[in-house]
């Protein structure tokens, strides 16, 4: 992009761009502002937090008297949770009615008092509104608070049994708008789009004995899933017959206006819905389909020539997915889906990704653009998120840093000649600051937050690449990725993969960039 533009962008969209390192080994720099002492306690770093504004009114339901007995199986099933919903969608009011049902099984050695559902689409001022919640067909009483919904079950749940919790709500998600909230456009709508993404409510993970949920904050995210099973019927009314649905795993047309989405073994379930979408389709390798739901404005004209940067993506996105499989392992699914946001920047959800519309306009016809870089960013948290879960309120670091630096290898691989633009273009004009192993309450700003956890964490790869060198540095990722498949990892699992020799080989590096250097067994 020529070089005023490229200013321009820079200037107005630093706050939320993902950057990345220096040209050569990273040196010490000072910590990113954060609030209070450096090691809070979580509840300490919640309280102090600056959150979006949420909805935080307390919903209580009592139970009737009547209990069904647990349901208890044979043999226990592959994943603890099953998600089953009706979404019956007024694509002209831009809301959802919708009866969901979910089955959750206790795979843990003690009994179950209670259950705790994320749901998200509560944390905004009248977006969610439970209208009925039943277990085993019988009411329960909960308590709602933001994103938190605890139900009291009685009698507990006992090891190796089951419920079905039934739940009927509304969401009204906002109008994707200026400032903070429309970073969170894949939970709401723009005249041409309805995006409904984590909006349905899904049990919390389960981690060392207690439920792992947190409270929503304006910087990064706080979310912590296991992997469920997903079947869910979509049903739209007050839409034209141009209508499409864009939604990862297999989707089936039942008819005009209804889909059915199955999605096995996933953290989430994004679907986006527009009149207007144009789907392009490529089989980028043997069984397996890239997929792009486009605007018309995301062919760009520049210098009286056409660039076309949906051909450009899919051919990118086959690469990126390629390179992923065959380092981190296999991609899962036989479809991977990548739309067009009207909403800052990009997120990521099982099978299917956003990237923003500025990013469109802002194409050049080369890899060395957003376009390019937040895709392939994306992508990678097929693997970063979605095959290896961590906590992205504590530890950030896990899935950010690895999903920037997966751009550096796939720079390397297919753009070598690119790779000093990279570090200069994502890393060294951001100036990064900051301690990696730093919480998202932590930080005030996101400019802080992404310096420290995105950038100064692509920097410790990179040295850390440097300490054990290239083949054991790939060797490490590899080895987590097998090793964290499925499961919500913490630090202290990556850095126990390092043998003796590299524990003292990357001491210093550790050091430098985190406050709590040590790996298992020091």
């Keep these: 992009m020529p070089p005023m533009f490229r200013d321009c962008l820079l200037i107005l969209l630093s706050g939320f761009l993902l950057v990345g390192c220096n040209l050569s080994r990273a040196t010490s720099a000072e ?45 226990a099933p592959e994943l603890a949770r099953r998600v089953e919903a009706d979404v019956n969608v007024d694509y002209g009011a831009r809301t959802a009615d919708v009866s969901q049902r979910i089955v959750f099984h206790n795979l843990e050695a003690e009994p179950l008092n209670k259950l705790v559902v994320d749901v998200q689409a509560n944390q905004w001022t009248d977006a969610f509104s439970l209208l009925d919640l039943r277990i085993n067909g019988e009411s329960a009483a909960y308590q709602l608070d933001s994103n938190r919904l605890e139900i009291l079950l009685d009698p507990p749940l006992q090891p190796g049994c089951w419920l079905e919790a039934a739940l009927t709500f509304q969401l009204r998600p906002s109008a994707i708008r200026e400032g903070l909230r429309s970073y969170r456009g894949f939970f709401g709508y723009s005249p041409r789009q309805l995006n409904l993404s984590h909006f349905l409510p899904t049990v919390a993970a389960r981690l060392t004995g207690d439920w792992r949920i947190h409270q929503p904050s304006g910087i990064g995210e706080q979310i912590v899933y296991e992997w469920t099973d997903w079947q869910v019927q979509i049903t739209a009314k007050n839409a034209s017959d141009k209508l499409q649905l864009a939604a990862p795993g297999d989707v089936t047309r039942l008819g005009a206006g209804q889909w059915l989405v199955e999605l096995p073994a996933s953290r989430d379930l994004a679907i986006s819905l527009s009149e207007e979408f144009i789907l392009t389709e490529r089989e980028v390798a043997p069984g397996l389909v890239a997929a792009v739901y486009n605007f018309a404005d995301a062919q760009v004209n520049a210098g009286g020539s056409r660039l076309d940067s949906v051909s450009h993506l899919l051919v990118e996105a086959g690469k990126a997915l390629d390179l992923f499989a065959r380092y981190f392992g296999a991609y899962p699914y036989k479809r991977f889906v990548i739309v067009q946001g009207d909403f800052p920047d990009g997120m990521e959800f099982t099978g299917l990704v956003y990237v923003g519309s500025a990013w469109f306009y802002g194409f050049d016809g080369t890899p060395k653009n957003y376009l390019t870089l937040i895709a392939v960013h994306e992508i990678a948290h097929q693997w970063w998120y979605a095959r290896v879960g961590s906590d992205s309120a504590l530890n950030p670091w896990l899935d950010e840093a690895l999903a920037t630096y997966s751009e550096y290898l796939y720079i390397e691989a297919f753009y070598p000649a690119e790779r000093n633009w990279w570090w200069s273009f994502r890393v060294a004009g951001f100036f990064p600051q900051g301690k990696v192993d730093s919480a998202v309450y932590e930080f005030t700003t996101a400019r802080a937050y992404i310096n420290a956890i995105y950038l100064r964490g692509v920097q410790m790869l990179h040295n850390l690449r440097d300490d054990i060198g290239d083949e054991a540095f790939m060797q490490l990722l590899g080895q987590y990725s097998q090793a964290a498949a499925g499961r919500i990892a913490d630090p202290a699992l990556f850095w126990s993969l390092l043998p003796d020799n590299q524990q003292v080989l990357t001491q210093a590096t550790r050091s430098e960039f985190l406050r709590q250097p040590g790996v298992a067994g020091q």
Excluded: F, I, M, Y
């Excluded at 306690?41 to 647990?70: C, F, G, I, M």
């Design 31 to 75: 910590d990113a502002t954060v609030v209070g002492k450096t090691n809070l306690h979580l509840e300490t770093l919640q309280k102090e937090a600056t959150p979006l504004t949420v909805h935080s009114d307390s919903q209580v339901a009592q139970p009737t008297l009547d209990r069904k007995p647990n349901r208890c199986p044979q043999s």
